[in-house]
């Protein structure tokens, strides 16, 4: 059990070091000399690197130790950061992405030996490509660092060195180096405890010298962590900076720094004991006992005692520090929602009883209790509402970081030049509403970079810069978020859109003729569409925009496309805030009640019959000039909309495939929130039917789809 909750917190945050580590990377093809990037990638190997080795995983290990062994080229200068090297490091980042799918699956990990032939064949100045996974283990990058398994390296908790690690720091000492012991300590209920002590000698190796640790490097990530870890650096500012960046680590506590003297467990530091002022400790310093007398209190706290008020040592002591947020399991949310939706309900049925209550003289007393106490209810459990609501909400950076990596390999693939600008990347959006919307987007962005842009010699011909600009964005507008993506490429031919299609056979040369560029460009909807003459890659099976149409309207959602001709083409997703609670009209069908989404109501008309026309033998209505064919909501649900023959009360102006559509009905009964209910797979098939609520009365009710109506 311990052993999965400890892979389950590993997954998660290598899950969030790749995505951050993939934005890096392309970052980092941009600018190729920032060494702080570079090392941000390198210090996310390192972690994964640590947790891998402390979980067992040798083959990630040494994948992630491969990289390092890239990066670490780079940094010190050997190697120029050219595109074959960054396609290697690419390819490492999607060994690591599949290993970690494999892990949480269970399934099987991917060979190391393809990934490691590929990056021997950069020829990276090391025998067999990479050192062995023993040696990525004891690596600390750079630091003069040597272990041996065999030997004592002293108590686990850090009171005295080993032999080896006496020798060592012995040898500092007769060198004349400043020599510092650090303290850490770590919460004892840490979560991967050995990751974040690898962490802290990662961080204090990269700025100072580090002689050593108790527990060595070895047992760190051989699992054989404790809650306390010393480490001895050779530093030239006092162990300050190590100090500070000890602290700086999660779960950190406690941080003590004491002058090591190789005679006692040292002195604060700032007290240089018997040396003279400024001076460093050394061979050539006299050294008095007595100063040097400090000794560490029982029970290992970190904390130093001396004989004087002025041996206590220079201690940082931080306070815990939990953090702001938690993890939350989804399916919590999800039954927290559900639970909220069921005490709306509650709550309106107490409404309805204390109106009949008030209506009678002998309970009008108890009614107004009543309504006094479902008021008070009705703002308590909204505002439980809006709260459940916005925890279900995340940025759209959840999906929109992995486009830069996926625009950079379909733009080397195509042999085109491309910038990928991202806006508005922290607009929130349910997170059901963001999974629906991945899949959408991808073709999308796959279109804009195959049919968009051009090619960079056809783009100087016509005036424009070679390199091609795709624009991402998001924003709010009112009740709905809006995500375009823009090019700047060659936009859409309505003439070419129109031919496509009727090579294909999708519309005859009569119906083309007939068609607006508008009506045209939206051709590209159709199923089997494609303008690309010959299947790629990348695109032109015909497989696309009318699966992006159909994806988006089960959330409710719209697509438009604007486009001119040697300009560039705009795609505009409208997406609803949730998917979970919506506000929608209540009709009434033959007895039936059913939900239409407001979303999807243009208008709400009574019908007269003077007022119904018949066009080619079916009913319609003409609303200021536009006709709406009027067809019989029951009748769309029973596979004959033209039923009772415009015999309605009510009819409501919506949209079906973009088309105008007047449903009619018998009744209204009004708006209102609804709680959507999934009706699981098979139902969720009928024709017409987005999902199902609970009505304050306890009746269940239809939500209707009025895109697949017809």
């Not at 402390?54 to 990630?60: E, M, P």
């Not at 991402?472 to 995500?483: G, K, T, Y």
Request: charged share 25%; hydrophobic share 40%; with cysteine.
């Amino acid at each position: 059990m311990e052993f999965k909750e400890d892979l389950s917190i590993f997954l998660e945050e290598v899950e969030e070091l790749l995505a951050n580590t993939e934005e890096n990377l392309v970052e980092l093809e941009k600018a190729p000399s920032d060494e702080a990037l570079v090392q941000e990638v390198f210090r996310a190997m390192h972690t994964i690197k640590g947790g891998a080795a402390t979980l067992g995983f040798q083959d990630g290990v040494e994948v992630t130790h491969t990289m390092e062994s890239i990066l670490d080229t780079v940094r010190s200068g050997e190697r120029k950061l050219t595109a074959d090297v960054v396609d290697s490091l690419f390819l490492v980042l999607d060994w690591l992405s599949e290993w970690k799918v494999a892990l949480e699956t269970q399934s099987k990990r991917p060979s190391t030996q393809e990934i490691m032939k590929k990056i021997r064949g950069l020829e990276f100045g090391q025998d067999e490509g990479v050192a062995s996974s023993k040696t990525a283990c004891n690596d600390f990058s750079g630091a003069s660092l040597e272990y041996s398994g065999g030997e004592v390296l002293g108590d686990p908790l850090g009171n005295t060195p080993g032999p080896f690690l006496a020798g060592r720091l012995k040898e500092a000492l007769d060198d004349g180096s400043p020599v510092y012991k650090l303290a850490v300590r770590f919460r004892p209920e840490t979560d991967l405890l050995s990751v974040r002590c690898f962490q802290t000698l990662v961080l204090v190796n990269e700025a100072v010298d580090v002689i050593g640790s108790l527990p060595s490097l070895e047992e760190v990530e051989a699992g054989e962590a404790s809650d306390v870890l010393d480490i001895y650096i050779i530093s030239d500012d006092q162990g300050m900076t190590a100090k500070r960046v000890a602290g700086s680590v999660q779960d950190v506590v406690q941080v003590s720094l004491v002058t090591y003297t190789g005679s006692g467990p040292g002195q604060s530091v700032g007290q240089h004991a018997g040396f003279p002022s400024g001076q460093r400790p050394g061979k050539s310093a006299s050294q008095h006992p007595k100063q040097q007398s400090g000794h560490r209190a029982a029970g290992h706290t970190g904390q130093y005692v001396g004989q004087g008020k002025d041996s206590t040592p220079d201690t940082v002591i931080r306070r815990t520090n939990l953090g702001r947020t938690v993890r939350v399991d989804v399916g919590l949310l999800d039954f927290l929602l559900n639970t909220v939706g069921e005490l709306v309900i509650d709550r309106t049925r107490l409404t309805q009883m204390a109106s009949r209550l008030q209506a009678r003289e002998e309970t009008s007393v108890a009614g107004n209790e009543i309504a006094a106490l479902s008021s008070r209810l009705q703002r308590a459990s909204q505002e439980l509402q809006e709260g459940i609501m916005r925890a279900r909400l995340l940025p759209l950076n959840n999906i929109f970081t992995k486009f830069p990596r996926m625009i950079r390999d379909l733009s080397n693939r195509c042999g085109k030049q491309i910038v990928l600008e991202i806006r508005g990347e922290q607009t929130e959006l349910d997170r059901t509403v963001i999974e629906a919307i991945d899949d959408p987007l991808i073709h999308i962005l796959r279109n804009a970079v195959d049919h968009g842009i051009e090619m960079p010699e056809e783009r100087r011909a016509r005036g424009k810069p070679a390199r091609g600009k795709v624009t991402l964005s998001a924003w709010h507008q009112e009740n709905q978020v809006l995500v375009q993506v823009e090019d700047d490429g060659s936009g859409i031919d309505p003439n070419d859109v129109k031919a496509s299609a009727m090579r294909k056979g999708l519309i005859t040369e009569e119906a083309a003729a007939k068609l607006s560029d508008r009506e045209a460009v939206e051709l590209i909807f159709m199923p089997g569409f494609s303008t690309s003459q010959v299947a790629t890659q990348v695109s032109g099976r015909g497989v696309g925009m009318d699966v992006v149409r159909s994806n988006l309207e089960r959330i409710n959602g719209h697509i438009e496309v604007t486009s001119q001709v040697g300009t560039g083409t705009a795609v505009t997703l409208r997406l609803p805030l949730t998917l979970a609670i919506m506000r929608s009209l209540l009709v009434d069908c033959s007895g039936l009640i059913y939900a239409i989404p407001t979303s999807s109501v243009e208008e709400v008309l009574v019908v007269a019959h003077d007022e119904i026309k018949t066009v080619k033998g079916r009913a319609a209505l003409t609303v200021r000039g536009r006709v709406f064919p009027l067809v019989s909501l029951e009748g769309c649900l029973k596979d004959d909309p033209w039923m009772r023959n415009g015999n309605f009360k009510y009819a409501v102006l919506t949209r079906s495939q973009d088309e105008p559509l007047a449903l009619g009905v018998d009744g209204l009964i009004g708006e209102e929130e609804i709680v959507v209910k999934e009706m699981g797979k098979i139902l969720s098939r009928l024709k017409g039917i987005a999902g199902a609520t609970i009505l304050p009365q306890g009746d269940p009710a239809l939500i209707l789809d009025t895109n697949r109506l017809l």
